[in-house]
């Protein structure tokens, strides 16, 4: 009991520091979340509040571009024009890939020279005029096809096509849609020509774009940046493959979400306390238990004890004094065995109880031919049986004379002497009384079956059988010896040497229990 009440001490102990340090942390991490969430919150209204102004700008801007070009390409001159109005400042270029090879407006001459000396950005141009969904090919990359050569043309289904008859649209240009190339966006659309399918568009500078939208950011974005999207990155400045980053720097208005996490404080305090006192409120329950359950140990032993010492007394007194009958000697003696067998009974039965809650192990080990040490230890007691009355049937499995016992007879014996009491005090009050004894060996286990034909027990002795100094108002009206230690101590003892004890069925028509004992090697 003592080691039981440890362990619930300890246990009460450190759930309390638990919540002791839970406590200090959530006060000493409130402030840093509070102002963490308070810090998200207003990023989230600021980029809010900041992307559809940046949006309609782009939006404006992407449209005035795309206005200078037109409907679609004029391909039946050499020259490609510059659209009217020029380049904005972001602009660094317009283009149109044709099948046949490369144009820009001669007043972009420069732009000329950066397209034509960078390969892969024309290729990867021409791949996407075909399938928009084409990745973007690698400038570093060495197996790169350059602009111009035939194997690129071969891509683009143009075996069948007249390559001598004048170059002309076939069909209308698709819609614009934008992709990455290193530190430039390209914005360009398909044109379907009698000779595959041509790029039409413009190469803008992403830090040039960025710094024309950032105006329109909310101040409060300190840290707020815009930059091509990165892999696995979502855009939010479309169509256009842009972010806007708002950064981690805001300043702090006063939120409700303060107020929220404040109020979770307070919850978690108060269920910490709730817990607190709950489990006061069990150990008082089970302090009252132990003391209800000492209380009964006194005064069911100090009854069980004053009965047979004030027979003890009497019977010696009269015989000392000579009081008793020559031929009522021997019933004396009798009386005397009896009482005493029974005051050693409860006496070891308290000692028991008391090794077995202080936690010491039976260590006793006794081995053994299966058969051979339950012959003598079921003798014993069907002869205590007999001897009150009662038809006695010992049945043993065959198969248990193939296997050894290796347990605490000391032990057995004493469950079997707790059982057989039971069985004499209540099912001996029936007209013709029997037992039956029977082992069954099962995989691991030899069970040992003691069944008689008593009254059985009601519903509400069977939940408590097992608890100590439980005992029956039955017992208590009939004025049964014993201070209700038998089944609880025969059960630990059972379980103490690796076995167990348990109520089978309980009927009008008997009672029967079930004793499990591990089988040796």
């Known amino acids: 009991m003592k080691?039981?009440?440890?362990?619930?001490?300890?246990?009460f102990a450190l759930l309390t520091l638990f919540g002791a340090f839970w406590q200090a942390h959530e006060a000493a991490t409130l402030d840093a979340r509070l102002r963490a969430i308070d810090e998200q919150c207003q990023i989230d209204r600021l980029t809010e509040l900041s992307l559809p102004r940046m949006q309609e700008l782009l939006s404006a801007m992407l449209t005035a571009e795309r206005t200078k070009l037109g409907k679609a390409p004029d391909l039946s001159g050499m020259d490609y024009p510059l659209p009217g109005g020029g380049a904005a400042d972001?602009?660094?270029?317009?283009?149109?890939?044709?099948p046949d090879g490369l144009r820009v407006p001669q007043e972009q001459q420069e732009f000329m020279k950066e397209l034509t000396e960078n390969a892969t950005l024309l290729d990867t141009a021409r791949r996407k005029a075909f399938n928009p969904a084409a990745p973007v090919l690698n400038p570093n990359d060495t197996t790169k096809v350059a602009a111009g050569q035939q194997g690129v043309m071969h891509v683009y289904d143009v075996n069948d096509a007249d390559l001598e008859a004048p170059l002309a649209l076939k069909g209308e240009p698709g819609p614009f849609f934008a992709w990455n190339y290193l530190d430039d966006i390209v914005y360009m659309r398909s044109v379907p020509t009698t000779h595959g399918m041509a790029a039409e568009g413009f190469v803008m500078d992403a830090r040039k774009l960025a710094a024309e939208l950032m105006p329109l950011v909310e101040p409060g974005l300190k840290q707020a940046s815009?930059?091509?999207v990165q892999r696995g990155e979502a855009a939010n400045l479309h169509p256009l493959p842009l972010v806007l980053r708002p950064g981690k720097a805001v300043d702090i208005p006063a939120t409700d979400a303060r107020h929220d996490a404040a109020r979770g404080m307070v919850v978690s305090?108060?269920?910490?306390?709730?817990?607190?006192?709950?489990?006061?409120?069990?150990?008082?329950?089970f302090y009252a238990r132990l003391e209800r359950r000492r209380s009964d140990f006194v005064s069911a032993v100090t009854h069980e004890l004053r009965t047979p010492l004030t027979s003890f007394q009497l019977m010696t007194e009269m015989l000392h004094n000579g009081l008793v009958a020559e031929e009522k000697i021997p019933e004396y003696h009798e009386n005397l065995f009896r009482e005493s067998k029974r005051l050693s009974h409860?006496?070891?039965n308290v000692l028991a109880f008391a090794r077995l809650t202080r936690g010491k192990e039976r260590g006793r080990q006794d081995s053994g031919p299966c058969r051979q040490l339950l012959d003598s230890a079921f003798a014993k007691h069907a002869d205590r049986l007999r001897e009150a009355g009662f038809k006695v049937t010992v049945t043993q499995d065959t198969r248990t004379a193939l296997v050894s016992l290796r347990t605490d007879l000391v032990s057995l014996d004493q469950i079997l002497t707790n059982l057989v009491d039971n069985a004499i005090k209540y099912a001996g009050t029936v007209d013709s009384p029997?037992?039956?004894?029977?082992?069954?060996?099962n995989t691991r286990n030899l069970v040992i079956r003691l069944a008689d034909n008593g009254p059985g027990m009601q519903e509400e002795i069977r939940k408590r059988l097992f608890r100590p100094f439980s005992r029956s108002s039955q017992a208590d009206l009939n004025r049964k010896p014993g201070v209700g230690l038998g089944l609880a101590l025969s059960r630990d003892i059972a379980r103490s040497i690796g076995g167990d004890l348990a109520?089978?069925?309980?009927?009008?028509?008997?009672t029967t229990f079930i004793l499990t004992l591990p089988i040796g090697e």
């Open 3 to 11: 080691s039981k009440l440890s362990i619930i001490l300890g246990l």
């Open 503 to 510: 109520l089978e069925k309980s009927t009008p028509q008997g």
């Open 90 to 98: 972001f602009n660094k270029g317009f283009f149109l890939v044709l």
């Open 434 to 441: 029997s037992m039956a004894i029977s082992t069954v060996r």
């Open 346 to 348: 409860l006496v070891e």
């Open 269 to 285: 305090a108060w269920l910490i306390a709730l817990l607190t006192i709950a489990i006061l409120f069990a150990l008082l329950a």
């Open 226 to 228: 815009i930059s091509r």
